[in-house]
């Protein structure tokens, strides 16, 4: 019988190597996909260590081809669709470990290796921050070891690492040049699928419960560094998505007909550089009330407006007149729609406009009574509002007295214009953080708000915050959380949130490596690039010049590292140099040395070309051997021997 052929196996240590590697690529994307998906790659990972770890065979190839089915469709399950950025990331995930466990030969090593590097570059699909950059560092050493441990399996991890260390330095000028002289380019690359921008943050409609629900996270959704002093926190209103049309459910934004007139007035200036977090709309932020700015436009609502959407980290600068008059002479078309109300909606609200209206003859004092109106009726603020029926203000204000800064703004507006002031509600953030590190603003998800603007005759819109009215530690130093009722905190992150100084302390130093990163490597767009050759003499520098600069540059750093690392002849010592001289002699005389003889074997096919010098010929072999393989160096004694041995020998 014929003997069963093993089954091939890699080394029990480059197989748990292998799983190092696979953890420090994988650990990254439990941040972007899933729990469960990363749960199953765990899993599979764990599986494959304990078979490494007990020397014991990989599983069956209809094995792991079952699992791959079932981790398609896990996939599916997940996103829906079977492609695109998301999908196709996770599956890479899941098809890494799974590719551990059929891993039996160097090819399915180098095809491993192959994958880290892809997972490496999918991480920055997801995210490009400093977090991400150093996991992409510390993946590709690590991939690079794993590499050369494949290639010198009895090399030591630490030579190992020395090795992928000097790989990673030789191309880091490279990395430079590519970075400050590629051509930038305002926008991506290459078209990305649609799942790629994701909306995130702050929408621009509102309905009970949707900012309720953003203000759980403690997601950074813009910094502001201003140029001087930065406002009070009762001033840090970031003013967002302006909300005119309601439809009895949900705030809209809608246009208005013409462009509002500004009465400047001579009082304060704010001027200050916003960086925005990406939310794929076209929306952007400023505090009350922004008179300039170099990459937007303003809505006759006085909000900010991008080009486009949002869908990359943007800088902006704004000034700011907090002071202005806006809207004075607004007409009554524009008042019209502000006044606007659906029929057959909150009936009890509209009852009570009503009353206020007959009661008060002027716009400012039916505003007072409104408020009046809604500090009397003792409502709750609270994250976990109760659910609201058709008539969601009616429900709000006169039967669960419970809500969060939408129902409040919501409520306020509808009663306004019940009582024939033009009203509207405004979405943004209100607040912020200063960080002592960098001095910058950061303003997080959390600090989301909504307030309303009334018009009023002869002082136009001004800002009336309802929520604020009731609950004025909203807006003070202490923030959202003081506003809330005893026993209900915030979710967002405990490190965003605790009290510990020295763990306060690091996410300030942290959040401050991360503001660095987005304005010196994130930041770094064509216009930065214009700015940087402007210092450097040369103001009119195109993609041509760039290319140039890049290929001269690169090719130098290339052309060195091929002259510093060029194949060198070795040294030769005495000894080689006497022995190749014989050899040479040997040729002459017609027996040259192959590349695969050792010196017996050369000596003894060229003993049968000269048989009667036999002797002489095998002594030169065997003196020369034991000083060249024997222990001690050759000393000037032996190596007169042996030049004494050649010189006797005559072909």
């Not at 091939?8 to 729990?35: E, G, H, K, N």
């Not at 996991?135 to 090399?155: D, E, F, K």
């Not at 953003?214 to 813009?222: M, N, P």
């Not at 036999?614 to 065997?622: E, F, R």
């Amino acid at each position: 019988m014929t003997a069963a052929t093993p089954t091939p196996r890699i080394p029990r240590r480059l197989a748990l190597q292998l799983c190092v590697l696979c953890a420090v690529c994988l650990w990254p994307y439990v941040l972007f996909q899933p729990w469960f998906l990363s749960t199953v790659s765990a899993l599979l990972l764990v599986w494959r260590v304990v078979l490494a770890w007990q020397d014991r065979p990989a599983p069956p190839q209809w094995l792991t081809l079952l699992f791959g089915i079932g981790c398609a469709a896990l996939v599916f399950y997940a996103y829906g669709i079977p492609v695109g950025r998301q999908p196709g990331l996770s599956a890479l995930c899941l098809l890494m470990p799974l590719k551990l466990l059929e891993t039996r030969r160097m090819r399915d090593v180098r095809a491993t290796l192959l994958l880290a590097f892809f997972l490496v570059v999918g991480m920055f699909a997801h995210e490009q921050s400093a977090l991400i950059a150093a996991a992409a560092a510390l993946a590709t050493l690590t991939s690079l070891t794993v590499a050369a441990l494949a290639q010198r399996p009895r090399a030591s991890v630490r030579s190992a690492v020395k090795v992928a260390a000097g790989l990673l330095g030789m191309g880091i000028p490279l990395m430079l040049v590519l970075f400050f002289l590629f051509p930038r380019i305002d926008g991506p690359l290459w078209g990305m699928p649609l799942d790629a921008y994701k909306t995130t943050g702050l929408s621009n409609r509102m309905r009970p419960g949707s900012i309720s629900q953003l203000i759980q996270s403690g997601e950074i959704a813009f910094r502001a560094a201003f140029n001087g002093k930065v406002p009070a926190p009762s001033e840090r209103y970031w003013r967002g998505p302006v909300l005119t049309h309601y439809d009895g459910s949900e705030w809209l934004p809608q246009t208005l007909p013409r462009e509002n007139e500004q009465f400047a007035d001579t009082g304060r200036e704010w001027q200050y550089t916003v960086t925005l977090e990406p939310h794929n709309l076209r929306w952007l932020l400023a505090l009350d009330y922004p008179v300039d700015s170099n990459v937007s436009n303003t809505r006759t609502d006085n909000s900010l407006i991008s080009r486009e959407p949002i869908r990359q980290r943007i800088r902006y600068s704004v000034t700011s007149r907090p002071d202005l008059q806006i809207g004075i002479d607004e007409d009554m078309a524009t008042r019209r729609i502000a006044m606007w109300l659906p029929r057959n909606f909150d009936p009890r609200t509209l009852a009570e406009g009503r009353r206020i209206a007959s009661e008060y003859k002027d716009d400012i004092t039916r505003m007072q009574a409104a408020l009046q109106f809604m500090r009397d009726r003792r409502l709750q603020y609270t994250l976990d509002p109760p659910p609201l029926g058709r008539n969601s203000v009616d429900d709000f204000l006169f039967v669960t007295g419970r809500g969060f800064c939408e129902h409040f703004s919501s409520a306020f507006v509808v009663l306004m214009r019940a009582a024939g002031v033009p009203a509207r509600v405004v979405t943004g953030y209100q607040g912020g953080e200063i960080n002592p590190i960098d001095g910058t603003l950061v303003v997080r998800q959390s600090d989301a708000h909504a307030w309303a603007e009334v018009w009023l005759q002869g002082r136009g819109w001004r800002r009336i915050d309802p929520t604020a009215a009731s609950f004025p530690q909203r807006i003070d130093e202490n923030g959202l959380q003081a506003s809330l009722p005893p026993g209900e905190t915030l979710s967002v992150p405990f490190v965003v949130r605790t009290d510990l100084a020295w763990l306060r302390d690091l996410r300030y130093r942290w959040e401050a490596v991360g503001n660095a990163w987005n304005q010196w490597v994130l930041g770094y767009n064509a216009q930065r690039q214009a700015e940087l050759f402007k210092r450097l003499g040369l103001p009119d520098a195109d993609w041509r010049t760039l290319v140039s600069l890049m290929a001269v540059a690169g090719g130098l750093w290339l052309g060195w590292l091929g002259w510093r690392y060029r194949a060198r002849r070795p040294q030769r010592d005495a000894l080689d140099k006497l022995w190749q001289g014989f050899c040479q002699r040997l040729a002459r005389a017609g027996v040259p040395r192959l590349d695969w003889e050792g010196a017996q074997d050369y000596i003894r096919r060229a003993s049968t070309h000269w048989p009667a010098q036999a002797d002489t010929l095998q002594g030169i072999a065997d003196h020369y051997t034991r000083m060249r393989y024997g222990p001690g160096i050759p000393d000037a004694e032996r190596m007169q021997q042996l030049r004494q041995l050649i010189d006797r020998f005559r072909p």
